[in-house]
C-alpha cells in the first residue's frame, strides 16, 4: 500500500518550540550570602547609619554634633548652623541664603531619614543613591575642598582637592545600589518582587 505525498510526515514544515525567556541571572556575590555579599551588607549597614545617625541626632539633639537645645523638637534648625558658616567657594551666597529656611530643614531631614531607613533594609537602593549622592555633592560644594583659603583669610586646611569624605559615600551608596546589596540580610529580594518592572524603585 503506498502513500500520498500529502502524508508523507516531514520535519522541515514543523514550527520550532519557543522557548520563554530565562529570567537574568543575578550575579553570585549577591545571589547567595557569600562573603563578597556579606561584606556588601556590613558595608551597607554602616553607611546607613552614618545617615540615619545624623538625622537622629539633629532631630533629638544627643549632644555629639548637636547640643541638646539645637535639636529640632527644641526649634533649633538642622541647617542654619552648617549652611551659615559657609565661607568658601563660589556658592558662599547661595548657602547662606538657604541656611535655617523651612524647606531645607525638611528635604535635609526628610534625606537623612529617607537614605538612612533605606539603606539599612535593603530597599530602594537606586532612589537612595541618586539622593544620598545628591546631598553629599551639595555638601562638598559647601566645604568646596579646591580652596586653600577662605573668605575670611583662614587657610581650609583641605586634606585633598578633589576627592574628600563626601564623594566617597556618594560612590558608596552607588556601589551598594548597583551591586543589589539589599539581597542580603536585607529585604532587597521581597521589594524587587513587590515594584515589580518598575527597576528604578529598586
Known amino acids: ?3 500520498r505525498p500529502d502524508e ?9 518550540t519557543q522557548r520563554a525567556t530565562e529570567p537574568a541571572t543575578v550575579p553570585d556575590f549577591v545571589a547567595e550570602p557569600t562573603i563578597a555579599g556579606k561584606s556588601l551588607a556590613v558595608l551597607r549597614f554602616a553607611t546607613g547609619f552614618v ?4 538625622f537622629l541626632d539633629k532631630l533629638f539633639g544627643f549632644g555629639y554634633a548637636t547640643p541638646a537645645k539645637g535639636a529640632w523638637i527644641n526649634g533649633g534648625s ?7 558658616g559657609v ?3 563660589p556658592f558662599e551666597s547661595m548657602f547662606h541664603a538657604w541656611a535655617g529656611t523651612w524647606w531645607a530643614n525638611w528635604l535635609f531631614m526628610l534625606g537623612l531619614a529617607a537614605v538612612g531607613i533605606a539603606v539599612i533594609a535593603g530597599i530602594g537602593l537606586r532612589l537612595s543613591a541618586i539622593a544620598g549622592s545628591l546631598m553629599m555633592l551639595l555638601m562638598w560644594a559647601a566645604e568646596w575642598p579646591f580652596a ?3 573668605s575670611t583669610g583662614e587657610a581650609t586646611h583641605s586634606t585633598n582637592p578633589v576627592i574628600d569624605y563626601h564623594i566617597i559615600y556618594a560612590l558608596v551608596l552607588i556601589v551598594l545600589a548597583a551591586a543589589a546589596a539589599g ?3 536585607g529585604i532587597g529580594r521581597r521589594w524587587a518582587v513587590l515594584v515589580g518592572d518598575r527597576k528604578w524603585l529598586r
Open 148 to 150: 586653600l583659603s577662605t
Open 183 to 185: 539581597n542580603t540580610w
Open 8 to 16: 508523507k510526515k516531514t520535519t522541515s514544515n514543523r514550527v520550532p
Open 78 to 84: 538642622p541647617t542654619k548652623g552648617f549652611l551659615s
Open 87 to 89: 565661607h568658601v567657594g
Open 1 to 3: 500500500m503506498s502513500i
Open 51 to 54: 545617615f540615619l545617625w545624623a
